[in-house]
């Protein structure tokens, strides 16, 4: 299948900067535009999962206006962190940014792809190639890397962690890791897994969810570690679709688990929990609810990749649900392009 070229001039929706704003202590994303609707929409919650004082709620304020405005400054503060790391950092493992060969792919990856991008390919031939997680859930795993690139990349970015150079959060929920986009791995590494072999891939499995048409992502590596992140809070992504690939280290615990999509009522019923397996990538679509149950021992660091489709998302703003209020970004942005969209089913509630 022809790879959807990306268009110049991404954007973001205007709701990054108000909505979804993450508050780890309480469990809960909020919208925030100033005090008297934050007591109103969300005095009650509030209280019942502790932010019972006037010093409580006025800890809360602070912090949401110092994220709004963290949020407001994201995309030219991450830019600038790119350019200084391009100019400064001294890799250790130079080999991982070369553009992405296929001997760091996993033989059964690597079949599935061409499999998917063989003429007459079908969503039946390509299941029997991959390891069916959910299919009520439409989640399935297939392994990405080879065990050496997964070392090599992960000496690469614990080298870069020790490094002086900035870093920014991964994701507001995330306090360690790295954003691949400012380290100088999208290009080499991202894009082309997107473009040349998981598009195939999703243009099967998820036709009604713009699988056929990504054309930008957004890439990070988390870390989970005692004393650090241990957990990860029931969320969707802002994502059409969403890889999550298990890179080391040894570690116990940390299951993924999945509910409903987020629109769906009951949406946490009998939450479906997946491990990890080293290499090995889960594929889910963004808005199924999930989360990371706490880590046991060791460390675990994970490469999620965001998958966007602005065919999709140009119509509904999958944070907002709403038509999106375009702010030019940076990048890849959040996805969105002022483009008028290819005519794409919106992903279902199934």
């Known amino acids: 299948m022809a790879t959807a070229r990306a268009p110049r001039g991404f954007c973001r929706c205007a709701c990054f900067c108000s909505q979804n704003l993450y508050v780890a202590r309480y469990g809960l994303h909020l919208r925030f535009r100033d005090e008297r609707q934050l007591r109103r929409d969300y005095g009650p919650i509030l209280r019942s999962r502790g932010c019972v004082s006037d010093k409580d709620f006025q800890q809360l304020l602070a912090e949401l206006e110092q994220e709004v405005e963290r949020r407001c400054k994201l995309g030219q503060e991450s830019a600038a962190r790119k350019a200084l790391i391009a100019r400064s950092y001294h890799p250790a493992r130079p080999d991982v940014y070369t553009s992405l060969q296929d001997a760091a792919l996993a033989p059964e990856f690597l079949a599935a792809a061409k499999y998917s991008a063989s003429p007459g390919a079908d969503l039946e031939g390509l299941l029997q190639r991959l390891e069916i997680v959910s299919e009520e859930k439409r989640i399935y795993r297939v392994p990405v890397f ?43 590494l991202v894009t082309p897994l997107r ?156």
């Not at 614990?158 to 999208?186: A, C, I």
């Not at 195939?200 to 992502?217: E, F, I, N, Q, V």
């Open 146 to 188: 080879t065990a050496p690139f997964c070392q090599a990349l992960l000496e690469e970015l614990e080298h870069f962690e020790l490094s002086d150079m900035p870093k920014g959060r991964p994701n507001t929920m995330n306090n360690y890791g790295v954003l691949l986009h400012e380290l100088g791995l999208d290009e080499p």
């Open 195 to 350: 473009e040349r072999f998981l598009q195939p891939l999703t243009a099967l499995l998820y036709p009604d969810c713009g699988g056929g048409w990504l054309d930008s992502h957004r890439a990070f590596v988390v870390k989970y570690a005692p004393e650090q992140d241990r957990e990860l809070g029931c969320h969707y992504d802002n994502a059409e679709l969403t890889l999550n690939v298990a890179l080391g280290k040894a570690f116990t615990g940390g299951a993924l688990y999945f509910g409903g999509l987020f629109q769906a009522p009951a949406a946490l019923t009998e939450p479906l929990e997946v491990e990890h397996v080293v290499a090995q990538g889960v594929l889910h679509r963004g808005g199924q609810l999930h989360g990371a149950r706490p880590l046991g021992i060791g460390e675990r660091w994970n490469l999620v990749i965001w998958l966007r489709a602005s065919a999709v998302r140009n119509r509904l703003c999958p944070m907002c649900c709403q038509k999106p209020d375009l702010v030019d970004d940076e990048g890849f942005g959040d996805g969105f392009t002022r483009e008028e969209p290819t005519t794409v089913d919106v992903c279902a509630l199934t």
